[in-house]
């Protein structure tokens, strides 16, 4: 189990940048994959981008590969997601989630923050 807090959202012009953090606690999850998820209204929430702890092996939805980069920080116990290029169509919730390497399902999740990217 760990805990998570999502930072950074607000509001950007297309083609602008944001940073978005995730600060993780918990006991230990070396051996956790650590995502990012988002959610825009109306629509599922979709995968955007995950990283493995312990090696920092990434992968990456279609959508945003090339424009956004997930990375984690080991000393800070934290993860980020720098978004480059913003569309409107990246507008959404954005969530930081975690689950054992092995684990087929998140289950645990942060609350959430907003982006909102306008034209």
């Known amino acids: 189990q760990v805990q998570l807090v999502e930072s950074g959202g607000g509001l950007v012009q297309t083609g602008g940048s944001l940073r978005l953090s995730c600060a993780v606690s918990g006991r230990t999850f070396s051996g956790y994959s650590m995502g990012w998820f988002r959610q825009a209204p109306g629509k599922e929430r979709e995968f955007v981008a995950a990283?493995?702890?312990?090696?920092?092996?990434?992968n990456y939805a279609g959508s945003v590969k090339g424009r956004f980069t997930i990375s984690r920080d080991n000393a800070k116990n934290t993860v980020s997601l720098q978004m480059n290029s913003l569309k409107p169509e990246d507008t959404a919730v954005y969530y930081c989630?975690?689950?054992?390497?092995?684990?087929?399902?998140?289950?645990?999740w942060g609350q959430g923050t907003q982006v909102t990217v306008s034209s």
């Open positions: 990283i493995t702890w312990s090696r920092g092996n990434t």
């Open positions: 989630a975690a689950k054992p390497i092995a684990a087929k399902r998140y289950d645990d």
